[in-house]
């Protein structure tokens, strides 16, 4: 039995910044009201042509292996997060695994959405622990901006979420007592569509349909969210899943040296911090300048923590998420 470490990080995010003032041009909204209830002060949106949730996957990669110090041989498998994948099929993993250059090594797309890079990291430290793959690339890349309503009817989500990419190599580690010790999933299904985009999809409304209904007013293919809704039970979930992680390997609350919350909504990080009793120090936030990123927004944040010397030798992570499913996971690390 082996332990899986991080061993490389990296991540990408678009060079335009779109900001809140910037949105108050085309919708009516304004920079006060999303910051009052997000936190956000702006996000980067891609440039149609230049980047797409593949490519700035792979740019967040070729930084992550290069840092890792293996080379792309030695990656045995990819495994991609994403809600919004390049095609609706194939999935973005073969895609990355195309780019790269890689041996032809298994690659698996993860539809977990804000939680995506949690599951993820789950799944590869399975494989690692088990033997079966000593290096393996988790990528977790979102590109929202083509695809939400970008009028005042959908101001409520779409001033919310951004674009970028962030990417991980995890590796076989030998001393037990470092690396990932522990992940925990969850979800309930319940909820799904409280933060839902129903169509186009095989069950609901397909392209055919929505084509030929060409109604100006179908709003099933843009994003959906009950707000409140979500906000009540990504508390209690985040606050759940970060204790059951403790829990799990004997450690207070005392003994965190950095948390990594899902970028979801300022006001979110701010009630578990306060909850937990944390420092500023102790948890990273970044969705002032990127927006809630999904997939994207752990190994975006957790990277430029450890850019910036947050993250040391010995210290104690914790990472955590929850959104649309519902999912939400949490994982203890050990740097």
């Not at 002060?41 to 149609?48: G, N, V």
């Not at 490519?55 to 495994?79: L, T, W």
């Not at 590869?124 to 290096?135: H, L, R, V």
């Not at 390997?249 to 003994?255: A, R």
Request: hydrophobic share 40%; net charge negative.
């Amino acid at each position: 039995m082996y332990h899986s470490k991080i061993t490389g990080l990296g991540y990408y995010v678009p060079d335009n910044v779109v900001t809140n003032d910037d949105l108050s041009k085309i919708i009516d909204t304004n920079d006060e009201w999303i910051q009052e209830r997000t936190g956000i002060q702006e996000r980067r949106h891609i440039i149609r042509g230049e980047d797409t949730t593949t490519s700035m996957g792979v740019k967040a990669a070729k930084i992550a292996i290069e840092r890792s110090g293996v080379v792309p041989e030695d990656i045995d498998f990819v495994i991609f997060a994403t809600l919004s994948p390049d095609y609706y099929f194939p999935g973005p993993g073969v895609l990355v695994q195309r780019d790269l250059g890689l041996r032809t090594v298994g690659a698996l797309d993860v539809r977990n959405q804000c939680s995506g890079f949690v599951y993820a990291i789950s799944v590869a430290d399975q494989y690692i622990k088990t033997g079966m793959y000593k290096n393996i690339l988790v990528i977790g890349s979102e590109v929202h901006s083509t695809g939400l309503d970008m009028t005042t009817r959908g101001r409520g989500v779409s001033v919310i979420f951004g674009d970028g990419a962030g990417a991980a190599v995890l590796s076989r580690e030998e001393d037990l007592s470092k690396g990932i010790l522990s992940t925990h999933l969850h979800s309930e299904g319940i909820h799904a569509e409280e933060l839902a985009l129903t169509a186009p999809g095989m069950g609901a409304r397909w392209v055919t349909d929505i084509i030929a209904d060409n109604n100006p007013d179908d709003e099933s293919y843009f994003p959906y969210m009950n707000g409140q809704f979500v906000f009540k039970n990504a508390v209690v979930r985040f606050a759940e899943v970060i204790n059951e992680g403790l829990e799990a390997n004997n450690l207070q609350v005392s003994d965190i040296d950095m948390l990594i919350p899902h970028q979801a909504n300022l006001r979110i990080s701010q009630f578990i911090q306060k909850k937990f009793g944390l420092e500023d120090n102790q948890v990273f936030n970044n969705i002032q300048k990127y927006g809630n990123t999904t997939a994207a927004s752990i190994p975006i944040a957790l990277t430029e923590a450890w850019e910036q010397g947050k993250i040391k030798s010995g210290d104690t992570v914790v990472l955590a998420a929850f959104g649309s499913g519902f999912t939400w996971a949490s994982a203890i690390i050990k740097w």
